[in-house]
C-alpha cells in the first residue's frame, strides 16, 4: 500500500534553472496539497489542487511557481528561474476527500531542492 | 489569524523519563488540532490529532495529548521516552470546515533521547 511518492527526493539546481518535482498521491486520493518547509521552520502551506483544477493557490508565491495536477499523471509542482531563497524542502501531501475531520493529510518523503 | 506556538526548538530527556512538548495556538473557535513527527530526511508522520469528543487523545508510538480549551494548549506528552524517539516534533492546527486542508505549523521542537 503506497503512500505518497514523491520524486525525486534531492534536486540541485543552479541559480536560473527550473525545478520540476513531482507527486504521487495515495491510492483512491484525488486531492492533492503542497508544502514548503524552509530550513529551521514548520511547513507553509502553497497550493491545494484536485485533477484538472487549481483550488487554492493563495500561498504560492506570485512568480515563477506553478502546480498542475493533470487527468492522468503525477502532480507537479515547477520553479522557473530558481533563486538560492527557493532552497527548501517541499512536501506534498494527498486526502481521500475535501477536508474535514475524516479526511487527514497523508505527507510523502519530501523533495530536498538546492540551489547552487 | 490562526498562529501555533511550540515552546523550546529543542528539548532533551533521557531515556525512560517523560516526554512533555508544548503547544499552544491562538484562534478565536477552537480548531482541528495535530501533531506530527519528522524523522531526518523524511515526510511527517501524523502521531494523533484531535477534532471533536474526549479532550485525551491518544496516538500511536504510546504518545498522548490533552485539549485544553481553557489554555488554548495541546501539549503531547510519553510517559517513557525510547531512544526511537528522538525526532522533530510539529504541532499544526486548521480551521474546521471548508479549510481544513490548509493546516499552520508550529517552528518544530527537536526530541533529544539521551541513553
Known amino acids: 500500500n503506497a503512500g505518497v511518492m514523491q520524486n525525486p527526493r534531492h534536486l540541485v539546481r543552479r541559480r536560473g534553472q527550473e525545478a520540476r518535482l513531482r507527486c504521487s498521491p495515495m491510492?483512491?486520493?484525488?486531492?492533492v496539497y503542497w508544502y514548503r518547509q524552509l530550513p529551521e521552520e514548520g511547513l507553509k502551506f502553497m497550493v491545494y489542487?484536485?485533477?484538472?483544477?487549481?483550488?487554492?493557490e493563495s500561498g504560492m508565491p506570485k512568480e515563477r511557481f506553478s502546480a498542475e495536477f493533470p487527468k492522468e499523471g503525477p502532480s507537479i509542482l515547477r520553479i522557473q528561474q530558481v533563486v538560492r531563497g527557493d532552497s527548501a524542502a517541499y512536501f506534498c501531501?494527498?486526502?481521500?476527500?475535501?477536508?474535514?475531520?475524516?479526511?487527514?493529510?497523508?505527507f510523502g518523503n519530501g523533495t530536498r531542492l538546492t540551489v547552487t | 489569524a490562526q498562529s501555533v506556538t511550540q515552546l523550546g526548538s529543542h528539548v532533551s530527556v533521557s531515556e525512560g523519563a517523560l516526554v512533555l512538548l508544548r503547544c499552544n495556538y491562538s484562534?478565536?473557535?477552537?480548531?482541528?488540532l495535530f501533531w506530527y513527527v519528522q524523522y531526518p530526511n523524511q515526510g511527517l508522520q501524523l502521531l494523533l490529532k484531535?477534532?471533536?469528543?474526549?479532550?485525551l487523545v491518544k496516538g500511536i508510538n504510546g504518545f498522548e495529548a490533552e485539549f485544553k480549551k481553557s489554555e488554548t494548549s495541546f501539549h503531547l506528552t510519553k510517559p517513557s521516552a525510547h531512544m526511537s524517539d528522538a525526532a522533530e516534533y510539529f504541532c499544526?492546527?486548521?480551521?474546521?470546515?471548508?479549510?481544513?486542508?490548509?493546516?499552520?505549523f508550529g517552528s518544530g521542537t527537536r526530541l533529544l533521547v539521551r541513553p
Open positions: 501531501a494527498s486526502s481521500p476527500f475535501f477536508g474535514g475531520e475524516n479526511s487527514p493529510l497523508h
Open positions: 491510492k483512491g486520493h484525488s486531492h
Open positions: 489542487l484536485q485533477k484538472e483544477n487549481i483550488i487554492d
Open positions: 484562534s478565536s473557535v477552537p480548531p482541528y
Open positions: 484531535y477534532t471533536t469528543g474526549a479532550t
Open positions: 499544526a492546527v486548521s480551521d474546521r470546515g471548508d479549510s481544513s486542508y490548509k493546516l499552520i
